[in-house]
């Protein structure tokens, strides 16, 4: 079975320019996330879909980013414009939900000159 | 505010020797732990997990401890293979306040050497 799919892998982009990722998660999981990894950080939550709702969106900083989920399944998440603090790892991670593990893409590493 | 803490970037241990990674939380509604490993250029990989309703979890190697009182997990690698040199994260989530959110500790890099 196909695990968590993101793409680009890596992606590097001018400040002010948008940029967006893509991910497909593990067929059958309801509920979707996006992290943010800084270097030497552990991954810190962008927003939460359950299906095709945003559950919990409270620390994606909505002036510059936005992220949809179309039809309860794949998911992009978007930034425009960037800035040089947005240069971090991407990840995405799907789950069944309750008192179950989240299972991570590969993640994209962004990097904003 | 960090609600999940790992107090110890790195850990060196000799090959067979027992590793133990510790993590610290201050959310008193944490039902739910977990622990990922991480290997550089790849995403977080789940190793093993613990409900609130229990106190230890072992699967193969790897066995996780879980203190509520004191807010505190452990993990417990025996014997250590070199395989497992990586960065480990615990993680936590508290269903009834913020559903199945997980929030990560920094994570420890672990490095066991042959």
């Known amino acids: 079975e196909a695990g968590v799919v993101q793409s680009p892998r890596y992606k590097i982009i001018e400040k002010k320019q948008p940029v967006a990722f893509w991910c497909n998660p593990i067929s059958g999981h309801n509920t979707l996330y996006w992290y943010r990894q800084n270097l030497g950080q552990g991954p810190e939550l962008l927003i939460r879909y359950e299906n095709e709702e945003a559950v919990d969106d409270s620390q994606l900083p909505k002036d510059r980013f936005s992220a949809e989920r179309l039809k309860g399944v794949d998911s992009t998440l978007k930034i425009q414009p960037a800035e040089l603090g947005d240069s971090a790892v991407y990840l995405c991670?799907?789950?069944?939900?309750?008192?179950?593990?989240?299972?991570f893409g590969q993640g994209t590493r962004l990097t904003v000159v | 505010d960090q609600q999940v803490k790992q107090n110890s970037p790195s850990l060196s241990v000799q090959e067979g020797r027992i590793s133990i990674l510790n993590c610290d939380y201050t959310?008193?509604?944490?039902?739910?732990f977990l622990w990922y490993k991480k290997y550089p250029a790849e995403g977080p990989t789940f190793l093993i997990s613990i409900s609130s309703i229990k106190d230890k979890n072992e699967d193969g190697r790897f066995t996780v401890f879980l203190n509520k009182s004191a807010k505190h997990l452990s993990l417990h690698i025996v014997p250590s293979q070199p395989g497992d040199s990586a960065v480990y994260f615990c993680a936590a989530s508290a269903w009834e306040t913020s559903g199945s959110r997980l929030t990560f500790g920094e994570g420890t890099q672990l490095t066991v050497n042959p």
């Open positions: 991670a799907s789950s069944l939900g309750r008192d179950s593990e989240a299972f």
């Open positions: 959310n008193s509604m944490f039902d739910y």
